[in-house]
């Protein structure tokens, strides 16, 4: 776990959306192709296959290198385009893929991938942290869901029961940014329309949102950040023993 939230380097969105298309069409996709699933993991330096297979076979990114580890032995080669990736991974681009709503364009595979290696050192530092706060949280909260790194969305996420009914759940999670949010930011979202009590809290659309910048400006980032996640189960739980 970070002790700290560091500065984010000047080519971090470039390079997030670049590893977000690895880990969408070629991580996902040979999970997809040996298991019919297509969760990852926080991993040192970035994101991961869970280990499948006879061969117990990972395919992560670490940095702005991505790892084929099968039967013992590793292939590591640097992300330079999907191709290359998709190549070293074994899998096959132009095969059927489903990963969910709204994946990353595949793009041009040949066409250069913009990898900046202190940007996706910062991008596996978000997953680390997210996935520690995640744990530490859903670890007390009612019926947790596994915490894995989703292809589509590039989030590390996991839902958890606010109440005893069936759609009484919220989606926690930790994104690196996106379209509603330029910079990594921490959110709860609940399933249902379910906005009670502090009317300040519920800062987006879905729910509510810490941004990264708010986490940087904290004495203890981890401390803040799981109080911002249960804070919002609080008040989606206390809504029910009215």
Same mark, same amino acid.
């Given at each position: 776990?970070?002790? &700290?939230?560091?500065?984010?380097?000047?080519?971090?969105?470039?390079?997030?959306?670049?590893?977000?298309? $690895?880990?969408?069409?070629?991580?996902? =996709?040979?999970?997809?192709?040996?298991?019919? =699933?297509?969760?990852?993991?926080?991993?040192?330096?970035?994101?991961?296959?869970?280990? /499948?297979?006879?061969?117990?076979?990972?395919?992560?990114? %670490?940095?702005?290198?991505?790892?084929?580890?099968?039967? !013992?032995?590793?292939?590591?080669?640097?992300? #330079?385009?999907?191709?290359?990736?998709?190549? +070293?991974?074994?899998?096959?681009?132009?095969?059927?893929?489903?990963?969910?709503?709204?994946?990353?364009?595949?793009? @041009?595979?040949?066409?250069?991938?913009?990898? @900046?290696?202190? &940007? +996706?050192? +910062?991008?596996?530092?978000?997953?680390?942290?997210? #996935?520690?706060?995640?744990?530490? $949280?859903?670890?007390?909260?009612?019926?947790?869901?596994?915490?894995?790194?989703?292809?589509?969305?590039?989030?590390?996420?996991?839902?958890?029961?606010?109440?005893? !009914?069936?759609?009484?759940?919220?989606?926690?999670?930790? &994104?690196?940014?996106?379209? /509603?949010?330029?910079?990594? *930011?921490? *959110?709860?979202?609940?399933?249902?329309?379910?906005?009670?009590?502090?009317? %300040? *809290?519920?800062?987006?659309? /879905?729910?509510?949102?810490?941004?990264?910048?708010?986490?940087?400006? %904290?004495? @203890?980032?981890?401390?803040?950040?799981?109080?911002?996640? =249960?804070?919002?189960?609080?008040?989606? %739980?206390?809504?029910?023993?009215?």
């Amino acid at each position: 776990m970070p002790a &700290s939230i560091s500065p984010l380097p000047p080519a971090f969105a470039p390079t997030r959306d670049a590893l977000h298309r $690895v880990a969408a069409h070629v991580l996902a =996709r040979r999970r997809a192709d040996a298991t019919g =699933r297509i969760g990852l993991r926080a991993a040192p330096g970035g994101a991961a296959t869970p280990a /499948f297979g006879e061969d117990v076979e990972v395919v992560r990114l %670490s940095g702005a290198l991505l790892v084929r580890e099968r039967a !013992g032995r590793a292939l590591v080669v640097p992300v #330079t385009t999907l191709a290359a990736a998709a190549a +070293a991974a074994g899998v096959d681009l132009g095969g059927p893929l489903e990963i969910g709503h709204d994946p990353p364009p595949l793009g @041009d595979p040949e066409a250069p991938l913009d990898v @900046d290696p202190a &940007s +996706a050192r +910062a991008l596996g530092d978000w997953f680390a942290f997210a #996935t520690a706060v995640l744990d530490e $949280v859903a670890g007390g909260a009612g019926e947790p869901s596994a915490v894995q790194v989703w292809p589509e969305h590039f989030d590390a996420a996991c839902d958890v029961a606010w109440g005893p !009914g069936d759609g009484e759940r919220a989606n926690l999670g930790g &994104s690196p940014g996106d379209a /509603f949010h330029a910079e990594p *930011y921490l *959110y709860v979202g609940p399933w249902g329309p379910e906005r009670p009590g502090d009317a %300040s *809290y519920w800062n987006a659309p /879905f729910g509510a949102i810490l941004p990264h910048a708010r986490l940087r400006a %904290s004495a @203890d980032p981890h401390r803040e950040a799981a109080a911002f996640l =249960r804070r919002g189960l609080d008040l989606l %739980s206390e809504r029910t023993a009215e």
